[in-house]
């Protein structure tokens, strides 16, 4: 408990976290509204259609929880945390637990928050949050988050630089995902197993639009279900950690 | 107390600590002198648990620093003054350390008092002045009012003001009965502040004694004598209680002697019925003498203990 209270007071005394958590919230319910806005005079807006934009706040949470870890690098306080406690395996994992927990909360209420507009603007539509479906669909961005969030501290801490460990959180979703499908023959079996396909099917697998937002994230179909999507990507991003945790605390600091 | 013992670190190929053991008691001052690059951060570093070392082992007051608990309260450290995040001020740099060991607020305002920082305790420490930045450095060692205290190179690149104030400040807390090692490059501020001194040169200990002791030896109040009758001179130095060390010079024997003077030592020659072919008193400045000693003895020392007396290659 210690350790979280210490990553708090870092993680709130400088002004970055406050203002990706703003932006995250910002772009994705903004860009949900557009979306929403135009699509409500061309049809019906679905609970999952509100969600797509999700990605965008994921990404600006990832650097955030990245560079929670990198700058103490940056800036040599990982010596100075490192000295205050040298426990590194309980400091490291209580920081990607605050950072996790964070990331979750600030895409749960981002996710509401675009339901919320989207409701409003969807004036032809009837969303409602009825069945499990819809509520993993909106109240999952959350643990989605969670999980991306230690996957970027894991990959912070073992870069140590901002610039490496930002492009690579960017880039592995954006970039390498949907383009290891172009791979012939087995590109589609690929991309099924990667991480953040796994956490895309944990959203929105299983519904009527499921295969509209396939489409949308340029991918193939996962011959697994949301639950075993998630279980997926939080086993990689937790044994990444774990990786993560023991490269730390053999190395020099 | 901390204990050092043979420890090593090496880099790849470069070594850059060598077998390195020594220690350093409680109430003085205690020196940790060498030139750039003889291994004196990466040794501090070392006995901070930052750095694994390659073999061996630190002890502070018996165990590794890595099995303490609330670590600020044993031993408080200002290895470099910039390890703070610019952007977050100078209060909360120290409340989250604080709240690390599990130390009240209320020390955070006290050490802040001490350093003379509680005017700009709010302001963000990415723009301090390096003199603030190192007194920052120096709350935050004190901040869990530690038995043992370490400063690497703490009066680099302050004003006269600020040497002054952090030479007294460390001389307050020896007397105060804390271990406090500093290194340092320069042997002239070390000759203010330390008692004690501990000499490394290219990752090995040249010497470990007291301050006083090296700079004589250090800046020329040596005596060389050179005689063929080596251990009867020896003898009868070593009885008055008069340190001597062996020397080999132009492929002769000779005395190093330490903390006398010339006429005693004429004396005590002539009164064993000695022969003395030299008897000379040995000058230099204080710091090329300590270049000398840093660069070649490392070599000279590994020459000496093996083959005294039968060698004469160089030098």
Redo the contacts between chains.
Sequence with gaps: M??L??ER??LF????PWWCMVVAVGLTVGFTALMSGFANEQGTVTVGFTQFSYQFGLMVLMVMAVLAVT??YR???I?????????RAAVLTAKALLVAVLAGVVALVAAFLSFGVSDLLATNSDLSLSGADTWRNVAGTGLVAFFAAVLSVAVGILLRQSAAAVTVVLVWPLLVEPLVALIPRIGQDIQAWMPFVAAHQFLFGGQPDSAEAAMMMGMSEVPYGPWAGIAYFGAISVGLFVVALITAS???? | MIEVEHLTKRYGRTVAVDDLSFSVRPGRVTGFLGPNGAGKSTTM?MI?????PTSGAVRIDGKP????DR??TRVG?L??A????????AR??L???A????LPNRRVDEVLETVGLSGVADRRAGGFSLGMSQRLGIA?ALLGDPEILMFDEPVNGLDPEGILWIRQIMQRLASEGRTVLVSSHLLSEMAQTAEELVVIGRGKLIRQCGTAQFVDEASGATIRVRSPQVERLRGALHQQGIEVRDEVVDESPTLVVVGTSSERVGEIAAAQGVVLHELSIQRGSLEQAFLQLTNEAVEYHAHNGATTGNEGTDR
């Design positions: 210690t350790l209270a210490v007071i870092k005394s400088t002004r970055s700058t103490e800036f040599g306080t010596r100075t945390t490192f000295q205050t406690a040298p426990n053999r190395r020099d600091a | 570093r901070l648990g930052l750095d694994r620093y890595r099995e303490l670590p600020l450290a290895l470099d910039k390890w703070v995040h610019p952007n977050r001020s909360a740099h409340r989250w350390m709240r690390t060991n599990r935050a």
